[in-house]
């Protein structure tokens, strides 16, 4: 939704949509990690599973852990950046706008990852 804005021009809307969901998702994630960690944290989760254990589960859960820590580290700094870069209102830039479009993109495959992993992780922990 938010890069149908931008390539509708419509950037005020694409800057709300992402604080919003960069905030949204600070928030959940934080509530979703201490719920982990009072469980005994990723590997606490993980001892029930016929995989508990294996290099399997080991690298399901650190791979994730990996991506989605660039993820979260890329759409703050990316978020912080553009604010400061970018004018009121929001529009292209010579100096900023390629570098916003190049890690905008890498920030939209690390997202997929981050979901495609952590889907994967769902299934290795609790389905099998």
Do not use: C, Q
């Not at 509708?8 to 905030?23: C, D, E, F, P, W």
């Not at 100096?95 to 994967?120: D, V």
């Amino acid at each position: 939704v938010s890069w149908h804005w931008v390539r509708a021009k419509r950037y005020t809307r694409h800057r709300n949509v992402m604080i919003s969901l960069g905030s949204t998702l600070a928030v959940v994630v934080t509530i979703f990690e201490i719920d982990v960690r009072l469980a005994g944290g990723a590997f606490g989760l993980a001892k029930n599973s016929a995989l508990a254990g294996t290099a399997v589960m080991s690298a399901s859960i650190w791979i994730h852990l990996a991506i989605a820590t660039f993820t979260a580290l890329l759409w703050l700094t990316l978020i912080v950046v553009s604010l400061r870069r970018f004018p009121k209102p929001p529009a292209p830039t010579e100096a900023f706008s390629a570098k916003h479009r190049f890690w905008g993109r890498i920030g939209m495959a690390a997202m997929t990852l981050t979901g495609l992993t952590g889907i994967e992780l769902y299934v290795v922990l609790f389905l099998f």
